[in-house]
């Protein structure tokens, strides 16, 4: 629950200044809906990409391939327009406030029949399309357009990200909260994208010197300036907040095969297999331009596939470049809270006689609903002073791919923006960073933010410590039953070096008290929550566990973890000392040092037993053991938001390594055990174009050493409870299986509606597809099998004494499921099925699991 709620808090994009704006934003505004279609007045074909105008604004819309068109207004007009090469304009009057249809039928114009050849919608083909052969043309000139086709670029690049709530009613900007405070709201014309009342809530601006060289292929962006608007670090991760808007608006590339639209990878208009997921259409000749262009006109052949609709400029000088695109997305499109994208693209001939992009922008709003509040957001970029081909010295070209080249403690002002920046910001744009200021200081604000930080990351702030996290104040379990927890921990009000946390739980069954304290200095003086590490920590926790269950992003004591299924009675009680330094640098390589003491008591039905040299069964009821741990973790380009508790991934294309190795230290602090256990895993998100993506985890695992106590070796991650777990496997029961070697590999493939979309029942739900393997092989040496070393830890029995722990020398543990993602946007559910090891005692081997996963 604790990741969906996170999950919910990166995606809805902070929801920014408001639970309230979302409650109280409903639309109270009389709308007239135009619908109808467009044919020829003489054939009764329909004619595609018809443009649809209101006479004296900029709103419209374009007929599609089918000749239908659809407009909603919010403001009354009097006449709406029709035109199309070729044919003879026509207007129509419309009737203010109500729904109407108006069927158009348009006819030739004779004066333009010597000069244009139009034809309606007969049945669309690729083969003889002349808007194909241009496409065509297009992909086969790739290469030399775009920047790759030269040994040396660099230009300087000017980008901005802003960020308003939407649609704003009337009613909600002249509420009384906001009676003192009209100035933070933006009014613009209605029918422009984000509606009349917007409230400004982020920007952020960026100057850099870009190089890029083919040959090794290197881009480097080294970064000039950066300034943004900043919330309370109390309530908001900064960074992460940057991080997350970035990756939402990312560089659109026209010549990628694939262009990243609010973590998606939608198919660009001229990628290799274009033709075969569009239909391209030629709208018109422009002779006025040197050289001449053709206007192409595409769409998707699927409307929910993750495809672009728009139009391309494209030169007929042989090169075949691409000069302008306008990219937006079908409504019906399988893209969550997507309620409009708008992007622009604008290319200017250089010195090499090449076409540089010049401009871009992106313009994305997301909601909740068709009418309710949203949140509008807009990534520019600009290009200039483009310098070709000329080689540079290999140091500038070496080192991470974006450096910073200014001190981010030094804060640069409007008097260097004023000059720096490309294009001039506006008036309202100018004031969000006093805004932004401004709002923190009303207690209303403030209220709001409390409260969505406690609902949110589950904590309650009271200045030098804050309360939490509250979904862990009560659970149950079979061994505790009814547990009740209460914790919190020092802020930076308190110490910016110096943080305390605690906890203290009591199990009502067990009549036991739990505990947990830490203390950690902070070596670089920053926040121990906050990137770059560079801490140590010093912690004692005395507390139950289940062995076998690892969870990632959810404490264990969370209620909701509460429910399981099968026999859930075999715990242990811990006492953990525990010493650790953790250091980051700036390109995410990471590493820990730490040094463990711990004593492990068996708990519920679990015994810890083996059999003395004359035969006879004890009970040894404590292990005693002492560990140094290291760990090495690299994770290039890693993107993240930082939260209370945990970080939150935003998870890109680059993949992510892990190494740990703990030794067992016999005999320091009563240490019971010699042993060297190396593990590691890589985890990388495989894109697949219009066929969705995969997460890809392969881990494996080593433990040299001889007579391993079976609670020391690895005991796999299973998962009973009824929520679907990523890292664990879900049919597998705890304690099922012991190894000191083993491999394993996990594959979570989304299909994106690939085959849902094709299913005109299912098309208009929105769902998506899911597809799962996880595979495990390991293994038990006869040194380290207690079946083998009476003297070893037997592993564990049920009631009537026969075993539950099983070693994997038969034969790979296998699991796999169908599943059914984006269910009312939030809900993913899988049918599992287990595969092998089916005669073992209280397994499934069919299963249902849910599992909330909110994504674009």
């Excluded at 672009?308 to 969550?336: H, M, R």
């Excluded at 970080?647 to 320091?668: H, M, S």
């Excluded at 299913?759 to 380290?784: A, W």
């Amino acid at each position: 629950m604790k990741t969906i709620i996170k999950s919910v808090w990166l995606k809805i994009a902070l929801l920014i200044c408001i639970v309230q704006v979302i409650s109280g934003a409903a639309m109270a505004q009389n709308t007239t809906t135009i619908k109808g279609t467009v044919t020829d007045a003489k054939t009764g074909e329909t004619l595609p990409f018809v443009s649809v105008l209101i006479p004296g604004t900029t709103m419209g819309t374009a007929s599609d391939v089918d000749g239908r068109y659809a407009l909603t207004l919010r403001e009354d007009h009097a006449k709406i327009r029709f035109t199309y090469v070729g044919y003879l304009s026509v207007e129509k009057p419309i009737t203010a406030g109500v729904s109407q249809v108006i069927d158009i039928k348009m006819s030739v114009d004779a004066s333009m029949l010597k000069e244009v050849t139009v034809k309606g919608r007969g049945r669309y083909r690729n083969k003889d399309n002349p808007a194909v052969q241009l496409i065509r043309e297009v992909i086969a000139h790739k290469d030399e357009n775009k920047m790759a086709g030269n040994a040396f670029v660099e230009y300087e690049q000017y980008e901005k990200i802003s960020l308003a709530l939407s649609n704003l009613s009337d009613e909600f900007k002249d509420k009384r909260i906001f009676k003192n405070y009209q100035f933070l709201f933006k009014a613009q014309d209605s029918t422009a994208m984000g509606g009349r009342n917007m409230l400004p809530a982020y920007i952020q601006e960026k100057l850099s010197q870009v190089y890029f060289r083919k040959n090794p292929n290197t881009k480097k962006q080294i970064v000039l300036a950066n300034r943004r608007a900043e919330f309370d670090s109390k309530f908001i991760d900064n960074e992460g907040l940057s991080s997350y808007f970035n990756r939402l608006y990312e560089d659109i590339n026209i010549y990628d095969n694939d262009i990243s639209i609010a973590t998606n990878l939608l198919l660009s208009p001229i990628a290799n297999t274009a033709p075969t997921f569009y239909k391209f259409f030629i709208r018109d000749t422009i002779k006025t331009n040197n050289p001449w262009l053709i206007e192409l006109g595409f769409v998707p052949r699927n409307k929910t596939d993750m495809l672009f609709e728009g139009k391309l400029f494209v030169t007929l000088d042989g090169k075949y470049s691409v000069q302008n695109a306008y990219l937006t997305v079908n409504k019906d499109i399988n893209l969550n809270f997507m309620r409009d994208l708008e992007a622009s693209l604008e290319f200017e001939k250089g010195a090499d006689e090449r076409y540089h992009p010049s401009k871009t922008s992106l313009a994305m709003e997301f909601a909740l609903g068709e009418k309710s509040a949203g949140l509008y957001g807009q990534r520019v970029v600009n290009f200039k002073n483009y310098t070709i081909n000329q080689a540079r010295p290999d140091s500038i070209y070496k080192g991470p791919h974006e450096e910073i080249a200014y001190n981010p403690e030094i804060k640069v002002g409007e008097s260097f923006w004023g000059n720096a920046r490309h294009i001039p910001l506006d008036a309202i744009e100018l004031d969000i960073y006093r805004n932004i200021d401004t709002l923190q200081t009303i207690p209303s604000f403030r209220r709001t933010m409390d409260i969505a930080t406690l609902f949110l990351a589950g904590y309650k702030s009271f200045g030098k410590v804050e309360i939490g996290p509250f979904n862990t104040f009560y659970s149950f379990n079979p061994v505790e039953g009814f547990r009740l927890r209460f914790g919190g921990r020092t802020t930076q009000e308190l110490s910016k070096r110096v943080y305390f946390e605690t906890y203290a739980a009591y199990g009502f069954k067990d009549e036991k008290w739990k505990y947990f304290v830490a203390g950690t200095y902070s070596i670089n003086n920053k926040s121990v929550y906050h990137f770059p590490f560079n801490y140590i920590r010093a912690s004692y926790q005395r507390d139950t566990k289940i062995p076998g269950q690892e969870l990632q992003f959810v404490q264990e004591d969370n209620l909701l973890l509460s429910f399981k299924r099968g026999d859930n009675n075999r715990w242990l009680y811990n006492d953990i000392y525990k010493l650790e330094y953790v250091r980051e640098f700036d390109n995410h390589l990471s590493y820990k040092l730490g040094f463990t003491q711990w004593s492990q008591r068996a708990a519920g039905i679990l015994r810890y037993e083996s059999l003395d040299s004359d035969g006879t069964l004890q009970d040894r009821g404590l292990l005693n053991n002492t560990e140094a741990n290291f760990e090495l973790r690299y994770a290039p380009h890693e993107q993240f938001y930082q939260g209370k508790l945990y970080r939150t991934p935003i998870i890109n294309r680059y993949p992510v390594f892990t190494a740990r190795y703990n030794a067992g230290i016999k005999g320091v602090f009563a240490g019971q055990n010699r042993y060297h256990n190396i593990s590691g895993n890589v985890a990388k998100r495989v894109y697949l174009s219009q066929f969705g993506y995969a997460d890809v985890t392969a881990e494996g695992g080593y433990i040299f050493g001889k007579n391993v106590l079976f609670p020391l070796l690895t005991i796999h991650r299973a998962n009973q409870s009824y929520a679907y777990q990523l890292n664990s496997f879900n049919l597998m029961n705890f304690l099922e299986f012991v190894s000191d070697h083993y491999a394993s590999l996990d594959v979570q493939y989304y299909l994106n509606g690939f085959v849902f979309n094709k299913i005109p029942l299912l098309k208009k739900l929105k769902l998506r597809e899911v597809v799962s393997f996880k595979g495990l092989m390991g293994g038990l040496r006869d040194e380290n099998n207690p079946a083998l070393n009476p003297s070893l830890y037997r592993f564990p029995t049920d009631e009537q004494g026969k075993p539950i722990s099983y070693t994997l020398s038969r034969a790979p543990y296998i699991e796999g499921s169908i599943g059914v993602a984006n269910i009312f946007k939030l809900l993913r559910v899988d049918l599992v099925k287990r595969f092998t090891y089916l005669d073992n005692p209280t397994v499934s081997e069919w299963g249902v699991r849910a599992r909330f996963k909110l994504d674009f």
